[in-house]
């Protein structure tokens, strides 16, 4: 009986963990509800009234800024999408792929707003590529042009592009051994398909379906982000989520109401990118199966494959030049257009910076840590609990449910103002007073989708036999676990973490929100200079905002040869 009620509650803690995490998503959306149709006693709305959404509909630009947001949305993912999908039709399992795989480490270790500032670096009239081009073009001052801010959203667009075809890739390779992408190729090369039609008809679907709902992700965020909007991002009229923390930050206690209006608006405009986005994987559907009963075989793809990695390649060349120009700018002495380097270097940035820093920076370490140490636990749990209570046949693999999976990943679907802001009316209105606890708490809502993003593959793909060997002399569950198989998953665990712990590092919203201004983080006070224009600062900010996961990163890689060191097939484990 003992054994029965054990089992229950086994099978029911993955949809325990995955509920929790969900949560507060519910509970913050019922936050924003009540005051957008008027009712928050403690600002004296005390009666339900449609005037906030009255308010906002007479508040100029807003179908400007909603159409934005929308934009932003599909064309980020859009491009992003095609762009990974193409690079593994013309490299799956070749050099290129491999020396790509490895790089995604250090690329996801550049929080957005630390690539954002580095492409303004790049792309600003007075940036690195203006300078390239000043010496041919004649140029003796910056041009003047509208690059960064322009309002059609391009650079926002390009700089969104810049850090979610890296996360994408990421995903996708976890997810192509599934795919079983070998045998499935070579029999569409049988029939006289080339590479690319032979990868993108029969492969890339299996992919996609299984990386689906981290492209809902990227929708969802791109459509609604904000740091990124702040320094990249049209001002006139701003996203509409730029303009909703504009609203939530106002003096006037009032605007409360339209900021809840507002919040409800995003979701809105999120709800309906991602139904389009919807609608244009059916029409992807729809073309690929017309092409695979075209009869055409596409072989001639020789031309197509030299240019499918140009995307993959700009996108890491921004991150890359944007991170040296951060780290330029930061030792710079004077700096005049046109010239290519800074003619003198001075420490002097750092040591205003530093001192100002020191408060954040321990902020930033500790919420991430125990943010991404309660993350890793949190999915751990669920996944080993979830892959003991399914049975399954032999040789089957343990799949995480799609309703699980929808749960924990909600916090990524459902836009971070539209529920964070609800999170903060209620915390303001039960008198809890900001915290590193409760930011710790705010951030675990968007570290362990991404933990457990990473980490569910490597779970699930390690063979079972060897904790059936460990049980057959003598270890019980738990000895299994910890003495066999985490060990033989240091490396993916490590990873995870390390994930996990840049993710906490690169929140904005919750932590303005939640922390009210009395806890700021790296990432904070370097989107609060955005607005100051001082290069030298930003790039001081900026790199601290990298270092600091980059270094996680760095013992996350190093960690599994020091801890088995002599024992070559664990330390690649």
Request: hydrophobic share 55%; glycine share 10%.
């Amino acid at each position: 009986m003992a054994d029965r009620s054990l089992s229950g509650a086994v099978r029911l803690l993955p949809w325990a963990v995955a509920a929790c995490l969900a949560a507060p998503v519910g509970i913050g959306i019922a936050g924003v509800v009540l005051p957008a149709f008027g009712y928050l006693p403690a600002l004296g709305g005390t009666e339900f009234t449609l005037a906030p959404f009255r308010d906002l509909a007479s508040q100029p630009g807003l179908v400007g800024s909603s159409a934005l947001s929308l934009a932003t949305g599909l064309v980020t993912t859009l491009v992003s999408v095609v762009s990974v999908a193409i690079f593994l039709a013309a490299f799956a399992g070749t050099r290129p792929m491999r020396v790509a795989r490895r790089s995604l480490g250090p690329l996801l270790a550049i929080p957005h707003a630390a690539a954002a500032f580095g492409l303004v670096f790049l792309i600003a009239p007075s940036g690195l590529i203006a300078r390239l081009l000043a010496l041919p073009l004649g140029l003796t001052s910056p041009p003047d042009l509208l690059i960064v801010g322009d309002p059609l959203g391009l650079s926002l667009m390009a700089g969104l592009i810049a850090k979610e075809v890296p996360f994408l890739l990421l995903v996708a390779l976890a997810a192509l051994p599934q795919a079983d992408p070998e045998r499935r190729t070579i029999l569409a090369r049988s029939l006289g398909y080339g590479q690319m039609a032979a990868f993108l008809l029969t492969v890339w679907p299996a992919i996609y379906h299984q990386i689906r709902l981290p492209v809902l992700a990227v929708v969802a965020f791109a459509s609604s982000v904000v740091d990124v909007a702040l320094i990249l991002g049209p001002s006139v009229p701003p996203t509409l989520a730029v303009r909703l923390l504009q609203w939530m930050g106002d003096p006037d206690l009032s605007t409360r109401f339209l900021a809840s209006a507002g919040a409800l608006l995003q979701l809105a405009v999120t709800a309906v990118t991602l139904l389009v986005w919807l609608g244009l994987e059916r029409i992807g559907c729809r073309l690929r199966e017309r092409l695979a009963a075209g009869g055409h075989r596409y072989s001639g793809d020789r031309g197509l494959r030299a240019v499918a990695s140009i995307p993959i390649v700009l996108a890491g060349l921004s991150l890359v030049l944007g991170l040296m120009m951060l780290g330029l700018w930061s030792f710079a002495g004077f700096w005049g257009f046109p010239d290519p380097l800074p003619p003198s270097f001075s420490l002097n940035s750092w040591q205003r910076a530093l001192p100002r820093a020191e408060d954040p920076l321990v902020v930033t370490a500790l919420v991430a840590g125990f943010s991404g140490v309660i993350a890793l636990v949190a999915v751990v749990v669920m996944l080993e609990a979830h892959r003991r209570a399914v049975p399954r046949l032999a040789g089957e693999r343990p799949v995480l449910p799609s309703l699980i999976a929808g749960l924990l990943y909600l916090p990524l679907i459902v836009p971070q103002i539209a529920f964070v802001f609800g999170l903060q009316i209620l915390v303001v209105a039960s008198g809890i007073q900001p915290s590193l606890g409760l930011l710790v708490a705010v951030h675990l809502i968007f570290v362990a989708p991404y933990v457990a993003l990473a980490l569910v593959g490597p779970w699930y793909a390690l063979d079972p036999r060897y904790e059936v060997v460990a049980t057959s002399l003598g270890h019980g569950i738990f000895s299994a676990l910890f003495r066999v198989r985490m060990p033989l998953l240091l490396a993916p665990i490590l990873t995870s973490f390390a994930i996990g712990f840049a993710v906490s590092v690169g929140q904005y919203l919750p932590t303005v929100l939640i922390g009210a201004g009395r806890l700021t983080t790296i990432t904070t006070e370097a989107v609060a200079l955005a607005s100051g224009g001082n290069r030298r600062i930003i790039g001081v900010y900026a790199l601290l905002q990298t270092i600091i996961p980059a270094l996680v990163f760095l013992l996350a890689s190093l960690m599994p040869g020091l801890v088995f060191r002599g024992r070559r097939g664990m330390e690649a484990a």
